[in-house]
């Protein structure tokens, strides 16, 4: 069986096992409908028993005032801008120093969605998990539009070290998709996450306001002293 193939098998059994997953929770869960994840099923993600990074992906420190979560599609050309343009701007303005707590979440919309996420978090440590993202965002268009979008996907993650046999056996690994399952669940439930990128600043939804508004209600919650200084 060619390398494509495996790959593309491995990403049926993973899309299986989301239904699956919602089946159980009797849920109409899909990768392709955000509107269609279970905010009832929602819980804390299942840790996955293999070596991967799970969870948020976090920049900054952890005593930060202010948190902001995004959560975000590997595959929505907003996302990809976000990344690109407005995370460096987070990162010099605020994150850098020490104001500003950033958590990425996952909140996958389709096959290619899947992959990109499984994948990017069945690396060995945060930083190559964050270094793969920042990747997939970056050079989203070639990757999306690629005549082999899987196989391109895997030279991305490939550059971490992830070998043909470690992309197989993470997109058929049921916990891994559980995983992530489980985080879009909890953010539909807890912050109810329709489209994507949705931020949540201090347990506050909202829709990407541009980073001009942005930085104005970051620095409205670091309050007085902060803008005083």
């Not at 990768?31 to 819980?43: F, G, L, N, Y």
Request: charged fraction near 20%; include cysteine; glycine fraction near 6%.
């Amino acid at each position: 069986m060619t390398l494509k193939a495996n790959i593309k098998t491995a990403m049926v059994a993973a899309i299986m096992a989301i239904f699956a997953i919602g089946a159980g929770a009797n849920a109409q869960s899909s990768p392709q409908r955000a509107d269609t994840v279970d905010p009832a099923a929602a819980t804390e993600p299942t840790i996955p028993d293999r070596v991967g990074v799970w969870g948020d992906i976090v920049y900054g420190s952890a005593d930060a005032p202010v948190e902001l979560i995004e959560y975000a599609s590997l595959t929505c050309p907003h996302c990809a801008s976000f990344s690109r343009d407005v995370l460096p701007l987070l990162m010099k303005d605020f994150i850098d120093e020490g104001h500003v707590r950033f958590v990425f979440r996952n909140f996958v919309l389709n096959r290619l969605d899947l992959a990109a996420a499984a994948t990017s978090r069945c690396l060995t440590n945060e930083d190559a998990t964050k270094r793969t993202m920042s990747a997939l965002f970056a050079e989203q268009n070639q990757w999306l539009q690629s005549d082999n979008q899987l196989a391109a996907i895997m030279e991305i993650v490939g550059r971490e070290g992830l070998t043909e046999d470690g992309v197989r056996e993470c997109l058929s690994d049921q916990q891994v998709t559980k995983h992530i399952v489980e985080m879009m669940q909890r953010g539909a439930k807890d912050h109810d996450v329709k489209a994507t990128p949705t931020l949540v600043l201090n347990g506050v939804s909202m829709s990407f306001p541009g980073y001009a508004a942005l930085k104005l209600r970051i620095e409205a919650q670091l309050g007085s002293d902060y803008l005083n200084k």
